[in-house]
């Protein structure tokens, strides 16, 4: 089934429920735009976006982008939707392949109608475990085809080659940012990630996991620095033609990283260590480069302060706080409606949003 709706001056946020679309859909509206926020709940909740819920310009609907989507018209669309960590993505792997493929391609002809551009969020993983080190977008990786982590890593791969096609053979706008590991308030506590593993592990009082040796590396961005590299990226006038690697190119192991967060928390948790996934990279790091030419951005939130802020955002979890309202600046605003039912015709007026100056 084919959806159609109508949101003028907007953009769209597919994913925007998640960890990274939330605080998409924050910094865009307290910057004065519309938002059409798609996301089917899978890894995404709609509490990550309950504080923007004032008179705020923005639509949330339950979409799948793996269906079909017709949009009337939008100023850019945001491909963020595909869950991003191992135990999530694994969880479904033909699932996590077609969110990548077939949605790029149903996002891609949208935009290709609409003709506005497309930034679609990439991954590090694309690199899979590299032989070049730091990573260069010029790298065409070390994957497996046909591992556990397959139906990310290649399908990712394959949504920038879609990306690439739509470009060169119908002129799309299409940004293709390479994300590397990126940390910060919104994460879920059961995801599975090194640093949300580690911080509420500490938390608790429970043993940090370590697998392998702990001497593998990692790159660690905090999120408003990756936020405003995706803005960044969406504003720049002219295609880049290429993938642009978005993260913080200062190189930690995970031993470090285990020793910061129990610094960080003053737990007395002690360390245990398992045995290496398959396929799990010993080195991430980002070359930054073009991101730094062509866009003027690199991160500025070191590891020590955004695990201060992350550290904290989880500590009020945990402990069963309200979630801290982040304080943004409000514009007056048209119609707005949240909900999880399905999209299913313009007719829904609880799809538009009217008179909305982006």
């Known amino acids: 089934m084919t959806a159609q709706t109508r949101i003028d001056s907007a953009y769209v946020v597919a994913g925007g429920a998640g960890f990274l679309g939330?605080?998409?859909?924050?910094?865009?509206?307290?910057?004065?735009?519309?938002?059409?926020?798609?996301?089917?709940f899978a890894t995404g909740t709609p509490e990550n976006l309950e504080h923007l819920t004032d008179d705020w310009p923005l639509v949330v609907r339950r979409w799948d982008i793996s269906e079909p989507l017709a949009l009337f018209s939008a100023r850019g669309v945001f491909n963020l939707a595909c869950p991003a960590s191992p135990c999530h993505y694994q969880a479904d792997p033909i699932g996590t392949t077609m969110t990548s493929v077939r949605g790029a391609y149903n996002l891609l002809e949208t935009v290709r109608s609409m003709r506005v551009p497309l930034l679609q969020a990439s991954t590090s993983e694309v690199y899979g475990d590299p032989t070049m080190h730091p990573?260069?977008?010029?790298?065409?990786?070390?994957?497996?085809?046909?591992?556990?982590?397959?139906?990310?890593?290649?399908?990712?791969?394959?949504?920038e080659s879609l990306c690439f096609d739509y470009q060169r053979l119908y002129g799309v706008n299409v940004k293709?940012?390479?994300?590397?590991?990126?940390?910060g308030p919104r994460m879920q506590v059961n995801d599975g990630r090194v640093v949300s593993n580690f911080i509420v592990q500490a938390l608790r009082g429970n043993p940090l996991t370590i697998y392998g040796d702990g001497l593998q590396t990692r790159s660690f961005c905090y999120v408003d620095d990756l936020i405003d590299g995706f803005l960044r990226l969406m504003f720049h006038l002219e295609p880049l033609g290429a993938p642009v690697n978005l993260g913080n190119p200062q190189e930690f192991t995970i031993l470090e990283l285990a020793e910061l967060v129990l610094d960080l928390t003053g737990s007395r948790a002690r360390t245990v260590f398992r045995p290496l996934p398959s396929d799990d990279p010993t080195q991430r790091c980002p070359d930054i480069g073009r991101a730094?030419?062509?866009?003027?951005?690199?991160?500025?939130?070191?590891?020590?302060?955004?695990?201060?802020?992350?550290?904290?955002?989880?500590?009020?979890?945990?402990s069963g706080e309200p979630r801290a309202r982040k304080s943004v600046r409000k514009k007056p605003a048209a119609a707005l409606a949240i909900s999880t039912a399905s999209l299913t015709s313009v007719e829904d007026s609880a799809l538009r949003v009217n008179n909305v100056q982006g």
């Open 135 to 159: 990573q260069k977008e010029s790298y065409w990786g070390h994957v497996n085809p046909t591992g556990m982590r397959s139906c990310y890593d290649e399908g990712k791969r394959c949504a």
């Open 22 to 40: 939330s605080h998409l859909c924050e910094r865009l509206l307290a910057e004065g735009h519309s938002v059409l926020c798609l996301d089917n």
């Open 292 to 318: 730094q030419s062509e866009l003027g951005w690199r991160p500025r939130v070191a590891l020590r302060e955004g695990l201060e802020r992350t550290i904290a955002y989880f500590d009020r979890l945990l």
């Open 176 to 183: 293709v940012a390479r994300v590397f590991n990126t940390y």
